[in-house]
C-alpha cells in the first residue's frame, strides 16, 4: 500500500524559501509528484519526478525544484523566492504515469504541509 507524509511546510515572508519533503511506502509506483490546494481551490500540480525525469506545472514558474533521493526513497521540493499566491496545502503523491500531472493518476496522499507566505 503506498502511503505518503509530507514535511516542511511553514509560515514565512514573501521572497522566502522553504524547503518540502516527502517520505513513506511506495511499492509498484514509478513517480512522484507534489500538489497543492489553496482554500476553495482545486488540487493543482506543482512538480513531478522518476529516476531520470522532472516535469513542472506552471505553478512552478522556475521558482521550484523537485529532486528525488532515490536511496532514501524521499522526494523534495525546494522553493524560492515564494508568494503570497503559493500559499496553499501541498501534498505529495506516488503513481507510474510518466508525465502526468493529473491527481487521478496518483495516490497514497499524505495529510499535506501547509505553506503560508505573507506579503
Known amino acids: 500500500q503506498v502511503q505518503l507524509a509530507e514535511s516542511g511546510g511553514g509560515a514565512v515572508q514573501s521572497g522566502a524559501s522553504l524547503r518540502l519533503s516527502c517520505a513513506g511506502r511506495?511499492?509498484?509506483?514509478?513517480?512522484r509528484g507534489w500538489f497543492r490546494q489553496a482554500p476553495g481551490g482545486e488540487r493543482e500540480f506543482v512538480a513531478g519526478?522518476?529516476?531520470?525525469?522532472?516535469w513542472y506545472g506552471s505553478s512552478a514558474g522556475g521558482r521550484f525544484t523537485i529532486s528525488r533521493d532515490t536511496a532514501e526513497n524521499t522526494v523534495s521540493l525546494q522553493m524560492n523566492n515564494l508568494r503570497p499566491e503559493d500559499t496553499a496545502v501541498y501534498y505529495c503523491?506516488?503513481?507510474?504515469?510518466?508525465?502526468?500531472?493529473?491527481?487521478?493518476?496518483?495516490?497514497?496522499w499524505g495529510q499535506g504541509t501547509q505553506v503560508t507566505v505573507s506579503a
Open positions: 511506495t511499492p509498484g509506483t514509478l513517480i
Open positions: 503523491a506516488a503513481g507510474r504515469k510518466m508525465f502526468s500531472t493529473d491527481a487521478g493518476d496518483y495516490r497514497g
Open positions: 519526478v522518476s529516476v531520470s525525469d522532472t
